[in-house]
Structure formats: structure tokens, C-alpha cells
């Protein structure tokens, strides 16, 4: 029975749960033996909160047989990325400077989980402070991507998609800087969203670049993810940055299909530079979807090619000023010294791995007198000229779509000593983190080495409703099978 639980979607488990057929306690008992099976394998977790979990569950079989009121997802499992505030629970933002961080306080999305009567099993292993593209940045353990050992789960998000893409739980939150949900997904066979900046709250979510960061879901199908979607947004007056309004309803005309949208290919994205086995996926791909019904046309984003040398000194930027809250004073790691100066020294370099060094010395540099108008104001200058692109884009196309990420997922231990070959797997994810635009990554099928490809799918500011009605429909034409498969798959992945 328990292997059976897992491998269910997440609204089937709702339903069972629903229905009497089976309670949230045994759903997420089944799952935390899954992870107790598999994670010496995969390092998906952090840590992992059974206790809790199981606490959680029974009160909400306890409500149900009182007929009071549960949540929208009541008894589903998930994975939560250790970005997020947990009040209580260890939350390390994969870093050894909050190895023993306890918040006093919940994130928003943790409270939109809590009131949906979401399982939260435990907190997913990340890049350090969500700063990498394989998930091999963590200050405790790589990840490893379930449909291969030895390949990366992709990053910055690899923890909670591994754990989604292992059956340890049906859903996952990470979150999206510049690219950190969709590229993950795509190395893992995944569904994973962006939502449009500004929907999902980040009050509680542990910041790298305030501009870009956002949660959104991770799940093995579209619909599973719409849903999560629906949870987790909407307004938080403790975020500056929440947008006043909700979305649109991103379940209303969830299938409805593609026939009569304009679909536009973005030209930059299918130049040199990606696979040969992700193109084959991606072009065909975009003759299901005119086979479908939709009108395919070639658009231009000119300015795209900007977007991840942009990106690479916003980002930045934005982490040294972050960052600097970190000092061994208020709370966190605390490496003494005989001076002030020494003690703050001596925490950042015990504290911080060489990636979020590297990336507070290139935002430091970026943002220092005599050089902030040549990078960072010239690289905000560029992010405005890619917003305007896709704003006309979407002046003729309702959405628009390419590839998530250049390659299928590769070795670990591949590019970790050439930082430059790693940032370029966000190529085409950035540019629409830096216009705020909502994009999702969703399986097409398998590429190189037998391992999932991902295309992705963009649409205009708050229309994520769009997004994912294009992304269902071209889901159920392809049927991609989640099930990790191939000689190194994760032990017991064929349930």
C-alpha cells in the first residue's frame, strides 16, 4: 500500500483522503518511508520533520471525522526548500552560517501551506542561499538527480525536485532567482513554475536578489501544479513587493486547450548553443503544439543575449547588500575574535562557501564608487530593454515559448571548477526573471543519455492562468512518463 501512495498524484492522495479511503496520516507515513529508504541515496533532504509531519496529519484526520474544516489540499505531502522560514525548524539556506538557525516566525507561503493542510515532510537540500545551477553548492551534501546517480539534480531547487522526481513527496516548493525552479525541473522530468513576480509572498523567504526571488511549485504534472499555484498566492502586506491583487484563476480554463493561442518562438533561444537532443525535443514540441491548433510564429527578443551577463551583476548586487545582514552579531554563526572586525571577518569566511564569496565580491565590485554606472546601472539599463521586448513579443503572441536549459543534466563534478560554464545553464531562464514575467519548464521527453528535456513557457505579466492552460495541453500530447528510468536510476524508483 505504501508504494502505491506514492507513486499517486497529488490530488489523487487529496481525493483518497477525502473520500475516507485512506487517512493523511498513512499518505504521509508512506512518504517519510520513502525518504528513509531512498535518501541515503538521493540527499534530497536537509531535514526532515516526521514528527511534525505525522503530527499534522493525524489533526487533520482528527477534523475530518469532526466534519470541521480542512484545507484545499488537505493530507498532501511536500518538499519545502530550506530557503523558506520555518518557525521552529532549522532553516540553513544550505549554509553553514545558519547551520543552527531556528526562526521564530513562518514565511508566508509556509502559512498558505499550513492553511491549504499541506504535509510539510521536511526541508530540501539547496545551493547556499540558492546560489547555483547543480546543487553541489550546499555547505552539507550534494544532491543527486533521481534518473541518474551521478548526474546533478540542477539548481538552485535540487532538493525539493529530487525529492518530487524520487516519489518521496508528490509536490515541492522551491524557489526562482534566476532560474532555480524551471532548470532543476527540466534535468529531473519535472513540472516546475515561476510564478509572475510579485503573486506568491515572500515575506519569510530568506533573500539572495529581492528583485528577482519568487516561490512557486514543483510537481510531476501540470495540473498538481496549478493547484499548489493556487495555494500558495496571493496578496502579503508584509512584502513591499506583493502584488495587491490575486491572480487570475489559474484553474478555471485549465484545459481548454491551445486551438486559436499564438505561440511564439523565440529565435534567440533556438540559435547555437543547445544540445542536439534538447532541440530535437523543443522543435518537436512546437509541432505538437501546432498540431494542436495553435498558430506558431517566430518572435525576437534582441536584447535576450544581454540578459545573463545582466543578470550576473543585479544578482549580486543584490546578494552583497543581503548578505551583509550576516555577521556573527544578531543571530546565525559567530566565529570569535579579538576585535569586532576580526569576530565579523572570521564568521563570513567560516560561514560562507566559495560561491556566495564569489558572488558578494562581484556584487561588492559592481556597486562600489567609479564602477556602479558602468555595471550595475548599465546592467539595469539592459533588464528595462528586455522587458520591453517581451512587451512587444506579447503585443502578437499570447505566449512564448524555448527551450529551459541548454543541455540535459549533467555529471557531478562536471563544471564545478569553471563558474562560467555553470552560470550559462540559466541562459534562457534570466531573461524573463529579470522582466518578472511568469515561465515554467514542463518534460518533453528524453534527450542525451536517455535523461528529460524541458521546454518552456512564458507569458505576460498575471496571465500564469495562460501559462499553464498552454503547458496542460501540451502535456497530455506528449504523456511523458515520470518514472525515473536507465541503469543508475535511484534504487527503488520503479515502484
Known amino acids: 500500500m505504501a508504494d502505491e501512495l506514492t507513486t499517486r498524484s497529488a490530488l489523487q ?9 485512506v487517512s493523511a496520516e498513512e499518505v504521509a507515513r508512506a512518504h517519510l518511508e520513502r525518504v528513509a529508504a531512498t535518501d541515503d541515496q538521493l540527499k534530497a533532504f536537509v531535514t526532515v520533520t516526521d514528527d511534525a509531519a505525522l503530527a499534522h496529519a493525524r489533526d487533520i484526520d482528527r477534523r475530518r471525522a469532526a466534519e470541521e474544516p480542512v484545507g484545499a489540499l488537505a493530507g498532501v505531502p511536500l518538499a519545502l ?33 499550513r492553511d491549504a493542510d499541506v504535509v510539510v515532510l521536511g526541508k ?73 513576480y510579485g503573486a506568491v509572498s515572500r515575506y519569510g523567504l530568506i ?15 501540470v495540473t498538481d501544479a496549478a493547484h499548489l499555484l493556487a495555494a500558495i498566492a496571493g496578496p502579503d502586506p508584509r512584502d ?38 534538447v532541440r530535437a525535443m523543443v522543435e518537436a514540441s512546437v509541432e505538437r503544439l501546432a498540431g494542436l491548433g495553435a498558430e506558431i510564429v517566430e518572435v525576437s527578443l534582441p536584447h535576450a543575449g544581454y540578459g545573463l551577463a545582466a543578470y550576473y551583476l543585479i544578482a549580486p548586487s543584490e546578494a552583497s547588500s543581503n548578505l551583509s545582514r550576516y555577521d556573527g552579531v544578531r543571530y546565525g554563526l559567530r566565529v570569535d575574535g579579538a576585535t569586532t572586525e576580526a569576530m565579523m571577518a572570521a564568521t563570513r569566511e567560516a560561514g560562507f562557501g566559495s560561491e556566495v564569496k564569489r558572488r558578494i565580491m562581484i556584487g561588492t565590485y559592481a556597486l562600489s564608487a567609479g564602477y556602479y554606472d558602468a ?25 512564448l515559448v524555448g527551450p529551459t536549459s541548454p543541455t540535459v543534466a549533467f555529471p557531478l563534478g562536471e563544471l564545478t571548477a569553471d563558474p562560467l560554464a555553470m552560470y550559462a545553464n540559466d541562459v ?23 535523461m528529460p528535456v524541458g521546454f518552456q513557457i512564458m507569458a505576460p505579466l498575471l496571465r500564469d ?24 536510476a535511484l534504487a527503488g524508483a520503479a515502484i
Not at 81 to 110: F, M
Request: glycine content about 12%.
Open 240 to 277: 513591499s513587493t506583493s502584488i495587491p491583487k490575486p491572480l487570475p484563476d489559474v484553474l478555471a480554463g485549465l484545459d481548454d486547450g491551445v486551438s486559436g493561442l499564438r505561440i511564439g518562438v523565440v529565435a534567440e533561444f533556438m540559435a547555437e548553443g543547445m544540445s542536439d537532443g
Open 207 to 221: 533573500a539572495f536578489a529581492s528583485s528577482l526571488d519568487q516561490a512557486g511549485p514543483i510537481a510531476r504534472s
Open 465 to 488: 492562468d495562460l501559462m499553464l492552460r498552454a503547458a496542460r495541453a501540451l502535456e497530455a500530447e506528449v504523456g511523458f512518463d515520470a518514472m525515473p528510468r536507465g541503469p543508475n
Open 428 to 450: 534562457y531562464a534570466v531573461p524573463a526573471s529579470l522582466a518578472g514575467l511568469p515561465a515554467m519548464s514542463l518534460p518533453v521527453g528524453l534527450g542525451e543519455a536517455g
Open 13 to 21: 492522495l487529496r481525493d483518497l483522503v477525502a473520500h475516507g479511503e
Open 81 to 113: 526548500k530550506d530557503v523558506l522560514c520555518t518557525k521552529g525548524v532549522r532553516t540553513t539556506c544550505g549554509s553553514r552560517i545558519l547551520q543552527t538557525y531556528r526562526p521564530p516566525y513562518d514565511a508566508g507561503v509556509v502559512e498558505r501551506l
Open 375 to 399: 555595471y550595475y546601472a548599465q546592467a539595469q539599463r539592459v533588464r528595462t530593454l528586455i522587458a520591453r521586448d517581451f512587451a512587444a513579443a506579447f503585443e502578437t503572441c499570447d505566449v
Open 124 to 196: 530540501a537540500n539547496c545551493d547556499e542561499f540558492a546560489m547555483g545551477s547543480s546543487c553541489e553548492n550546499s555547505a552539507f551534501f550534494p544532491t543527486r538527480n533521481p534518473w541518474d546517480l551521478d548526474r546533478v539534480p540542477g539548481g538552485s531547487s535540487g532538493g525539493s525536485v529530487a525529492a518530487v522526481a524520487g516519489f518521496q513527496a508528490p509536490l515541492g516548493v522551491g524557489t526562482d532567482t534566476g532560474g532555480s525552479i524551471r532548470q532543476p525541473a527540466a534535468l529531473c522530468g519535472l513540472v516546475g513554475v515561476k510564478p509572475t
